[in-house]
């Protein structure tokens, strides 16, 4: 059911190392993006895929994760991702991309979900830095990075606080919060 999957599609932070992310799998989570909805059909993403250590290594370092937990500098080592799509914008194609990374990344990360794998839509990225790393061509716009891998780390949605509070939180188990608000307070009955 969808409403399963959506609950059960976090954003993780922290990765087994034990579990490999074949260029195959890659591959099928961006045929998924491929069938995803575009706006005017123009179809102007592409993407790189990583699953080699030094890859992802220059990837890894271009990355910014978990604002709220400012404590927490991102994952070591041994909780690094194991594979990466970066989706790019191809300005040739569209100037903008829209909305259409939004949607792709979705898609792409509820797939991944239902074959038991973990990931992270991160948008906190040093552009200038993982063009140079990556040499990617100025025409494509860097859009996103999706950080994927086996979940090393249990995260819990749960009604936001009292005081309306949104900032999601690892408590003294290491266990990770994510508050949402209500839905009362997201329809307007206007």
Request: charged share 25%; glycine share 6%.
């Amino acid at each position: 059911m969808i409403e399963d999957l959506i609950r059960k599609n976090r954003s993780v932070r922290r990765f087994s190392q034990d579990a490999p992310i074949s260029r195959e799998t890659l591959e099928w989570l961006v045929s998924l993006a491929r069938m995803s909805a575009s706006g005017a059909n123009l179809q102007p993403l592409k993407y790189i895929l990583s699953n080699s250590q030094e890859k992802n290594a220059k990837i890894f370092e271009t990355l910014a994760w978990a604002g709220y937990l400012s404590d927490w500098a991102g994952p070591s080592d041994d909780e690094a991702p194991v594979g990466y799509i970066v989706i790019l914008n191809d300005t040739n194609i569209a100037k903008s991309c829209g909305c259409d990374h939004g949607i792709a990344a979705q898609s792409m990360l509820l797939g991944a979900c239902e074959i038991g794998i973990s990931g992270c839509m991160i948008g906190s990225i040093d552009r200038k830095k993982l063009r140079a790393n990556l040499n990617i061509d100025s025409r494509y716009e860097i859009a996103l990075v999706l950080a994927l891998g086996k979940a090393k780390e249990t995260i819990v949605l749960e009604d936001a606080q009292d005081n309306g509070s949104i900032k999601y939180y690892r408590d003294a188990q290491d266990i990770h919060h994510v508050p949402k608000r209500p839905l009362e307070d997201l329809i307007l009955d206007i």
